[in-house]
């Protein structure tokens, strides 16, 4: 079975600074997809950045990228230029093909933002 | 135009009641899902639906009894509800695309928070 770890259950970071949040899995399978999720106090689960696992080039969404480590079997977030509105709790997942089977999330690291 | 939405967004029911939560999708996708999270944020998957079919059902209670009338909706009928079954509940789908390739990335609803007195 697939497991997701991410070691650091808070965090904090000054606004405008960079901040890496951790995630590692374990899996035996070769195919697979990370990602990760972002959960405001509203509660709505929102897509922050994917990767697949077949690509060696590290995923980036504007100030989001990742550090993608297949061998280590490492996936960690960096956020770049924080801001006061990318407080959240931010939950590392890992999926498998297809339809969702072994969806599983890691049990999250709550990032909090300070002006 | 909200793309996934859930109804009611919180829900207070005392124990041994049956209760529902709604679940539609406007995307067009053809696989659904429900996910509990407990009090410590822990999100599991509970149920998954690909074109009306049950495709995953993970070690939940037979007291969790998902319907899905069409690709566009999922909603999530719970009996005899106990103190445990205090949560929030996620509805989310994604899309196959054409050939086969999953694009696996999960649109998620806002919640609903279930409290059982």
């Known amino acids: 079975a697939q497991t997701v770890t991410q070691s650091q259950p808070e965090m904090s970071v000054q606004e405008a600074e960079t901040v890496t949040l951790s995630c590692t899995y374990d899996t035996s399978e070769n195919n697979y997809y990370l990602f990760w999720y972002k959960q405001p106090p509203s509660r709505q689960m929102i897509l922050v950045i994917r990767?697949?696992?077949?690509?060696?080039q590290n995923a980036t969404e504007n100030r989001f990228s990742v550090n993608f480590q297949k061998a280590a079997k490492s996936f960690s977030l960096k956020i770049s230029d924080s801001q006061l509105g990318d407080t959240a709790m931010y939950f590392c997942?890992?999926?498998?093909?297809?339809?969702?089977?072994?969806?599983?999330f890691g049990p999250g690291t709550r990032l909090s933002v300070l002006p | 135009d909200t793309a996934v939405s859930q109804t009611p967004k919180y829900l207070v029911t005392q124990m041994g009641n049956d209760k529902s939560i709604k679940c539609e999708q406007n995307l067009g996708h053809d696989t659904m899902y429900w996910y509990k999270q407990d009090s410590k944020k822990f999100l599991k998957i509970m149920f998954s639906?690909?074109?009306?079919?049950?495709?995953i059902n993970e070690t939940v209670p037979n007291r969790f009894s998902p319907k899905s009338p069409d690709k566009a909706h999922l909603n999530l009928h719970i009996n005899s509800l106990e103190l445990g079954d205090s949560a929030v509940y996620f509805c989310?789908?994604?899309?196959?695309?054409?050939?086969?390739?999953?694009?696996?990335?999960?649109?998620f609803g806002p919640g609903t928070r279930l409290l059982v007195l």
């Open positions: 997942a890992f999926m498998k093909h297809p339809y969702g089977q072994n969806f599983v």
């Open positions: 989310a789908s994604s899309q196959e695309l054409a050939g086969g390739l999953q694009d696996l990335t999960q649109y």
């Open positions: 990767q697949e696992a077949y690509k060696q």
């Open positions: 639906y690909n074109n009306k079919e049950l495709i």
